[in-house]
Structure formats: structure tokens, C-alpha cells
């Protein structure tokens, strides 16, 4: 494994604003076991991995630490239609309303885990 799985996971877990309970939660293990895994104190499992790469939609040789591309999968079929026109309406916009619609969905994310 990489030797940077520890800072990647910590570092996407911040990025979208997530507490260690809030990801352990959403993945199915403990905030402790995520803490572990951000200090590289243990390792992940290849299931939570799995898991990890699916919920940050990276891949898993980014994750841990093999690759610098981040690997961002899209699979339209599993895009609903309101996510389609999100997206649409996204890719219209100047580069300076897509920052700006940016920070307004990560408030409203943070503000959601309160």
C-alpha cells in the first residue's frame, strides 16, 4: 500500500467537510478506525477501500496513495435525471458562477451534518 492512503483519506475527508464519525458512518466502520487509518497507524481493509474509492467516486489507486490521478469515474446510468440537469446547468455556467455554485453546495452540505 502507498504510502500516502493516511493523507489521502483525511485530505478528502475534509474536503467535503466530513467529520471522522460522519465518513466512519457512511462507509460502515468506526471513527476510530478511520483515525487509524488517517495517522497510518492500520491499514484498511481491501473491502473499506472499495468502499472509500466509491464514496469520494475516485479510484482506488489514488486512494492509496499509487497514483496521483484522481480517476474520477462517471457512470451515466447511474445519474438520475435531476442530477443530469445539475450537471448541465453546471457546464453552462462562467468559470466565476461554477466557484461560486461550488461554495454555495458545500455550505449547504456542511449545514446538512450539523
Request: hydrophobic share 40%; charged share 25%.
Amino acid at each position: 500500500m502507498g504510502t500516502n492512503y493516511g493523507q489521502r483519506i483525511k485530505e478528502l475527508r475534509e474536503e467535503c467537510g466530513l467529520s471522522l464519525m460522519a465518513l466512519a458512518k457512511a462507509i460502515g466502520v468506526s471513527d476510530t478506525a478511520i483515525c487509524k487509518w488517517e495517522n497510518q497507524l492500520a491499514e484498511p481493509k481491501l473491502s473499506y477501500i472499495v468502499r472509500l474509492a466509491d464514496y469520494f467516486n475516485c479510484s482506488a489507486d489514488y486512494l492509496v496513495g499509487r497514483s496521483d490521478d484522481f480517476g474520477l469515474v462517471v457512470q451515466p446510468n447511474l445519474l438520475t435525471p435531476e442530477d443530469k440537469a445539475i450537471i448541465d446547468v453546471f457546464h453552462a455556467m462562467s468559470p466565476q458562477m461554477k466557484e461560486l455554485a461550488l461554495q454555495t453546495l458545500k455550505l449547504w452540505k456542511n449545514a446538512e451534518h450539523l
